[in-house]
């Protein structure tokens, strides 16, 4: 079975430094893996995917994330974080042939003036 | 929202009743999606289907029924089995072919 794991239910960043929301993951085959941000008593925001090639992916508002197969990694980086960042932030993973997608418990990003 | 209407935004239901909540798409995508979200637990998956008259159950399926009649209508019905029914539900739809999945606005379904 597939699964998503963040480590950390919230981070804490001062506005202008760069931030780091971290996932690992565990899928049997290929993973597709996915960042999404959440705002209050919203829906899902697609940020970001990697499906193949490079292992730096780069997404909406100025996030990428970095894969890394070898740890089984997908960080969500941006290099100057906005107060307008703060959001809660999922990772997902989806199995290419059943189609299920699995989220990670969300990581709370604070960003302080 | 990409075209994906989760109604209504709020509702409210008493203890032993069955509710169903609607979402629907027009986006002529074929895998649509359920997950629940409680706070502090993320998104759990309830049920998803891939195509028309055909679906899987997530991880907590109990309690809870679907049906995929039509491609743009994925209704779930909350029943009175689940024990804890109070929740923010989620629905998603995803176009065959394509990676990302986009998302209803919610219902926060509060049971009383």
């Known amino acids: 079975a597939q699964s998503v794991a963040q480590p950390e239910d919230q981070v804490n960043v001062a506005e202008g430094n760069p931030l780091t929301v971290k996932c690992t993951y565990s899928v049997s085959g290929n993973p597709y893996l996915f960042w999404y941000v959440q705002y209050p008593n919203r829906g899902l925001q697609f940020l970001l995917k990697y499906i193949t090639g490079d292992n730096l992916v780069k997404g909406s508002y100025g996030f990428e994330a970095e894969f890394n197969k070898s740890q089984t990694s997908f960080h969500l980086k941006k290099p100057s974080a906005l107060v307008s960042d703060s959001a809660l932030y999922f990772c997902?993973?989806?199995?290419?042939?059943?189609?299920?997608?699995?989220f990670g418990g969300g990581t709370r990003l604070m960003v302080k003036p | 929202d990409g075209g994906i209407t989760q109604s209504p935004k709020y509702l409210f239901r008493k203890e032993g009743q069955n509710v169903t909540l609607s979402c629907e798409q027009n986006?002529?995508?074929?895998?649509m999606y359920w997950y629940r979200q409680d706070p502090g637990q993320g998104l759990r998956l309830i049920y998803y289907?891939?195509?028309?008259?055909?679906?899987q159950k997530g991880d907590i399926a109990e309690g809870y029924s679907v049906s995929r009649e039509k491609k743009e209508s994925f209704p779930l019905t909350v029943t009175s089995a689940q024990k804890n029914p109070t929740a923010f539900y989620l629905c998603a739809s995803k176009v065959r072919g394509a990676d990302e999945a986009f998302f209803g606005q919610g219902t926060r379904l509060t049971v009383v």
């Open positions: 997902a993973v989806r199995d290419p042939e059943s189609n299920m997608l699995t």
């Open positions: 986006l002529n995508h074929d895998a």
């Open positions: 289907s891939q195509i028309v008259n055909d679906f």
